[in-house]
């Protein structure tokens, strides 16, 4: 379902070995997929419920939790890397992102040395580092693009994230074009289907519409990121996946359909989407209806900052809560 025409990509968020053994490259193939994602959550799943690293696990005892799971991850997105190299090397994508330790979301230096270290580890160009879009993160995602380490900027909400994301990332791109230059990009990670989870109950006893707020927000910002006018800098639209039966299960990504942008999905979500029909982009969504969403929200007595902080919180104490929980079972 990767879309050239219009640059619009589809990236499967999923790490698990056996699957990167044998249906991952499948996707790839037949042109479905052109870049994967991970995140902690994932990786904590997968390597607490599959049996495809108990081997790797054993030949690791006496090494600390983090020393263990960094041994799993890197070969599991070094993995991923090889299948996607071809795609990434006919400038069709061909990303996959790993994250660098949630405890280090306000530590700047500290994000800088392990994305560097876990860049060099894997040694693949075709890594994206994903750091947090957090004060500490800004510069750090300035640093890495100075290096020629592409970045997935991760937990977006806000509006004011995306521009600060676009500032460290020009910063970054233009000092690495300044030194030589060669291929490095990045994306801004916006979440979306959050911002319903939260809301819709609340806004359903007020009588207005459910399952918008997430889109309206992740248009906006999209709108805000295209008048960047940079290549290299695109939208990457996650937490598309929808909980419970009230909503198709391709329900965001057909929703943010866009030009010149990324979604990341699940394999359920991707699964829906592939057999959705008819499908044609649905962003640039106008600013007038935009404003006027949120403007309804506020009148009716929602404080949206205070929603992106809530969720900001909210993401980073759960990558936290998986990793921790993660390094817990493998110790």
């Known amino acids: 379902m990767v879309n050239r025409d219009i640059r619009f990509s589809l990236w499967l968020d999923f790490v698990e070995r056996d699957y990167l053994k044998n249906e991952f490259s499948k996707w790839i193939e037949n042109g479905t997929i052109n870049g994967a994602t991970s995140n902690p959550a994932i990786f904590a799943s997968a390597i607490t419920t599959s049996p495809a690293y108990k081997e790797q696990l054993e030949s690791l005892a006496g090494k600390s939790a983090k020393d263990k799971y960094e041994a799993l991850a890197i070969e599991d997105i070094r993995s991923a890397a090889q299948a996607l190299r071809p795609s990434y090397d006919e400038g069709n994508d061909g990303y996959i992102s790993i994250e660098v330790d949630p405890f280090l979301s ?4 500290g994000t800088i040395e392990e994305g ?3 860049f060099a580890a894997i040694g693949e160009p075709n890594v994206m580092v994903k750091v947090p879009a957090t004060n500490a993160g800004y510069e750090a995602m300035t640093v890495l693009l100075s290096t020629g380490i592409s970045v ?9 994230q ?18 030589g230059g060669g291929r490095v990009e990045a994306v801004i990670s916006v979440f979306v289907s959050r911002f319903d989870r939260l809301l819709d109950t609340d806004l359903a006893q007020e009588g207005m519409d459910v399952s918008k707020t997430g889109i309206y927000n992740a248009a906006k910002i999209y ?10 800098i695109r939208t990457l639209f996650a937490s598309t996946g929808v909980k419970g039966d009230d909503l198709a299960a391709d329900y965001y990504m057909r929703e943010l359909l866009a030009s010149h942008s990324v979604n990341t999905a699940p394999l359920a979500t991707i699964e829906s989407f592939v057999k959705s029909k008819g499908l044609v982009p649905k962003l640039p969504m106008e600013e007038s209806e935009i404003n ?3 403007t309804k929200l506020a009148d009716s007595g929602f404080d949206m900052n205070e929603v992106y902080a809530s969720l900001l919180k ?3 104490e759960a990558f936290e809560q998986a990793f921790q929980e993660m390094l817990d079972s493998i110790k």
């Open 106 to 109: 306000n530590d700047t230096q």
């Open 116 to 118: 560097k270290r876990l």
């Open 152 to 160: 997935n900027a991760t937990l977006i909400f806000s509006p004011e």
């Open 162 to 179: 995306a521009k600060r994301c676009l500032k460290a990332m020009k910063i970054g791109l233009d000092n690495f074009e300044a030194d």
């Open 223 to 232: 709108n805000l990121i295209e008048k960047n006018h940079t290549p290299s």
């Open 292 to 294: 006027g969403y949120f």
């Open 314 to 316: 909210d993401g980073l």
